[in-house]
């Protein structure tokens, strides 16, 4: 397929890799993306939101752009009574993606721009930038909210309504999942979405053990990563942790993550604390680390528990396969889009700790946990850049053939 009419091709993001606070799967998406893309002799440019300054510079072969939010952002929240802080400052980084992308533009026109749908971060530019663009939904938020069980607050409210002019007024949109595309058919301003799978690929060569030796090396762990919250399912897995740990008085439990406020606790790791009562002590609190830290920690582990209420073929499902790891994932959350049942994986209901807990010691006690490991580890390889950059090429290609 002929890729020559792309060629310098932008991508705004709230977060990247280059920068310290991130935790999301949605830097390491565009990073493993740009890095695909150069690696095919694109010229690719990454907007992210920065909290050290306004620098440009080469990362791995990608022109990243540090935007900083405008000194008027406080001033805005004072005139709004901090009723809707959020809000202005995404608002805000939309208006500063447009002024960066509207600079890279005019040194070198750009042939395609990705957006997020997630902080509509590429609003300001889908009203004003005349440049081919798409956006990529991650998620949608009323219903992430209303699975959390966040209070209908205005600065709440107003970023809903954002993001569902976002989908308005952005002609091409695609999806990673099935599941994800078929919730936004029913619920967003949309009529037409693809499904374009996520390219997964170990970007890390040289990996840093340290944490797993520090922390976990000679332990018989099953592994939970990502942010504590309720939409990953975590409440529901230290509820159903005793249980397990109970029957199987080896194991240990390595929770790696964010922690997060939730309706439920002002800290989910207190919270798994006082539900683990005294099994505390075989389960392994790690903060969020970066892959070169966590892929040791993943390969490790003898299990992966993932038991999202709500979730969207989530990079850990994907990367843990691809790794040659047994994911026990969630009916109804995308994972039954590349997990079979007792073949390459195991599926259980959402939010219903009992069953979690016996279908943990269903899969830890297999017989069968190295060759499933092995069918996950051949079930990843559809998600490979071979396979899925071209789809996402030839969508591009549509995308700019039809905006000229």
């Not at 078929?182 to 690929?201: G, S, W």
Request: a neutral charge; charged letters at 20%.
């Amino acid at each position: 397929m002929s890729t020559s009419n792309i060629s310098r091709i932008a991508f705004a993001t709230p977060e990247y890799v280059t920068e310290n606070y991130f935790d999301g799967g949605l830097a390491n998406y565009i990073y493993r993306l740009a890095r695909a893309l150069v690696e095919l002799n694109h010229e690719v440019h990454v907007v992210t939101l920065s909290e050290i300054d306004a620098s440009e510079f080469p990362h791995d072969g990608v022109n990243v752009h540090r935007i900083l939010t405008s000194k008027a952002w406080p001033t805005i929240n004072r005139l709004t009574r901090y009723r809707l802080t959020s809000t202005t400052h995404l608002l805000d980084l939309s208006f500063q993606v447009y002024r960066k992308l509207k600079a890279i533009n005019s040194q070198g026109p750009l042939r395609l721009v990705q957006f997020p749908n997630c902080s509509y971060c590429g609003l300001a530019s889908m009203c004003f930038l005349k440049v081919p663009q798409l956006m990529r939904a991650s998620s949608f938020q009323r219903l992430w909210h209303e699975t959390t069980g966040l209070p209908r607050t205005m600065d709440l409210v107003a970023q809903e309504k954002l993001e569902a002019l976002t989908f308005r007024l952005c002609r091409y949109v695609f999806a990673p999942s099935l599941t994800l595309r078929q919730t936004l058919l029913e619920h967003a301003p949309v009529t037409q979405i693809e499904v374009i799978r996520t390219p997964i690929y170990l970007e890390n060569k040289e990996w840093d053990a340290s944490v797993y030796d520090e922390r976990l090396a000679g332990k018989n762990y099953l592994l939970f990563f990502g942010r504590f919250e309720i939409n990953k399912g975590f409440h529901t897995l230290v509820r159903a942790l005793p249980k397990f740990l109970a029957q199987q008085p080896d194991a240990y439990a390595a929770l790696v993550g964010r922690d997060m406020r939730t309706p439920l606790a002002p800290s989910m790791i207190d919270y798994a604390r006082q539900q683990l009562g005294k099994f505390t002590d075989r389960v392994v609190f790690i903060d969020k680390v970066r892959h070169a830290q966590l892929y040791p920690i993943i390969s490790g582990a003898r299990l992966v528990v993932l038991p999202s209420l709500i979730d969207n073929l989530p990079n850990a499902c994907l990367e843990s396969m691809a790794l040659g790891k047994v994911v026990v994932g969630t009916l109804g959350a995308s994972f039954d889009e590349v997990i079979d049942e007792g073949e390459n994986g195991f599926l259980v209901k959402a939010n219903d700790p009992e069953r979690l807990a016996e279908k943990i010691c269903q899969a830890w006690t297999s017989p069968r946990l190295a060759e499933i490991g092995r069918a996950a580890k051949d079930k990843a390889q559809e998600f490979s850049p071979e396979r899925t950059i071209p789809v996402l090429l030839k969508y591009y290609e549509t995308v700019i053939q039809e905006f000229e």
